[in-house]
C-alpha cells in the first residue's frame, strides 16, 4: 500500500506548503501518495467510480494552505452516499454514507426514519458498522426538525443532516503493508448495508 516515503513526503510538505516546494516534488507525490490511491481505487472498483481530489487549495475566499496535507479518495458517490479514504498525518480515516445532502435528500431521509418499516434497515445498518468500528456522526441539531415528535423513538437520527460512519487509524506498519487492503475494504464492506440504505430510500438531490 503507501510506503513510508508517502508520510515523510507529508511531513515535508507541512513544513514547506508553498506552490514552488510541490511543483519542484510533484514527483514524489505522484509515486508515493497518488499511485497507491488510484491502485486503491482500482481494488474498490466493485463499489463504484473512484475520484481522487486534487492537490490545490481555494485559497480565493479561505486563508488557507496552498496545498492540502492529506490526500482524499471518493468512490462511488453517485449522488446518494458512498465511501471515502484519506491519509494524512493524523491518520488514515476509512468513512462511508452522505455528507452533504441537499434539502430534498434530508427530507427524504427523515422520513424514512421516521417509518418503523424503513428505518429498521437503517437500524441494522449502522449496528453493522458499529461492530466493524465505525462510529456514527454527531448530530446536527439540537432537538428534533420540526413536525416530528421531540419523544420520536428515533429522535436522535432525526436530527441528523447528514449521516455518515467513520474510523480514524493510528498510522503504522499496518499502512506500508500489501495487507492494508484488505483492512480497508473489511471496514467499507461493513459499511455498504448504509450506503445501500441511503441510495434506496434517498437517492440522488431532484434539485437542479
Not at 50 to 72: A, V
Not at 131 to 147: H, K, Q, S, W
Not at 171 to 193: M, N, V
Request: aromatic letters at 8%.
Amino acid at each position: 500500500m503507501w510506503p513510508p516515503e508517502a508520510l515523510e513526503f507529508l511531513r515535508e510538505l507541512e513544513a514547506n506548503n508553498d506552490r514552488d516546494w510541490f511543483k519542484a516534488n510533484r514527483a514524489r507525490y505522484d509515486d508515493y501518495l497518488v499511485a497507491p490511491a488510484r491502485a486503491l481505487g482500482e481494488d474498490l472498483s466493485s463499489l463504484g467510480r473512484s475520484h481522487l481530489f486534487r492537490p490545490w487549495n481555494d485559497t480565493r475566499f479561505h486563508m488557507r494552505p496552498p496545498i492540502k496535507e492529506q490526500l482524499g479518495l471518493a468512490i462511488g458517490y453517485e449522488g446518494a452516499g458512498g465511501y471515502y479514504v484519506e491519509l494524512s498525518l493524523d491518520g488514515f480515516l476509512v468513512a462511508a454514507g452522505m455528507y452533504q445532502p441537499a434539502p430534498d435528500q434530508v427530507e427524504r431521509m427523515r422520513r424514512s426514519i421516521d417509518n418503523g418499516r424503513t428505518a429498521s434497515g437503517l437500524t441494522r445498518a449502522l449496528t453493522r458498522a458499529r461492530e466493524a468500528r465505525l462510529g456514527r456522526n454527531e448530530p446536527t441539531l439540537v432537538r428534533v426538525p420540526r413536525g416530528y415528535a421531540p419523544d420520536h423513538p428515533r429522535a436522535e437520527l432525526l436530527r441528523h443532516r447528514g449521516l455518515t460512519v467513520s474510523c480514524r487509524h493510528d498510522l503504522g506498519p499496518w499502512l506500508h503493508r500489501p495487507q492494508a487492503g484488505s483492512r480497508i475494504r473489511k471496514q467499507l464492506d461493513a459499511a455498504a448495508p448504509l450506503v445501500r440504505w441511503l441510495r434506496e430510500y434517498v437517492g440522488p438531490s431532484q434539485r437542479a
